[in-house]
Nanobody, 115 residues
Framework: VQLVESGGGLVQAGDSLRLSCANSGSTFSIDVMGWYRQAPGKQRELVAT????????NYADSVKGRFTISADNAKNTMYLQMNRLQPEDTAVYYC?????????WGQGTQVTVSS
């Protein structure tokens, strides 16, 4: 499993961004994939998760109704559509894959939202 995030950047409050997480390695036995974020001086926190079959999603209360997680299994890519971004969404966003094979993380992509 090799996860590479992209799509971060600097935006203004109210703008949108779409993050991508491409898995260039094995997808065997991955059960759940997700997005986490870590703001300066804070612990890493869950943003959203999606099961490998796409049948179940889960969101942090702070992003419900604004963020949407999705996956394209044919492309081995997961997405996070982020709408109505707020300064408190500023963080490094990490892609995560978990299952019997273990837990894997991407290198992270910076999202900065200015007010």
């Amino acid at each position: 499993v090799q996860l590479v995030e992209s799509g971060g950047g600097l935006v203004q409050a109210g703008d949108s961004l779409r993050l991508s997480c491409a898995n260039s390695g094995s997808t065997f036995s991955i059960d759940v994939m997700g997005w986490y974020r870590q703001a300066p001086g804070k612990q890493r926190e869950l943003v959203a998760t999606i099961t490998n079959d796409g049948g179940s999603t889960n969101y942090a209360d702070s992003v419900k109704g604004r963020f949407t997680i999705s996956a394209d299994n044919a492309k081995n890519t997961m997405y996070l559509q982020m709408n109505r971004l707020q300064p408190e969404d500023t963080a490094v966003y990490y892609c995560n894959a978990a299952g019997l094979i273990g837990i894997y993380w991407g290198q992270g992509t910076q999202v900065t939202v200015s007010s």
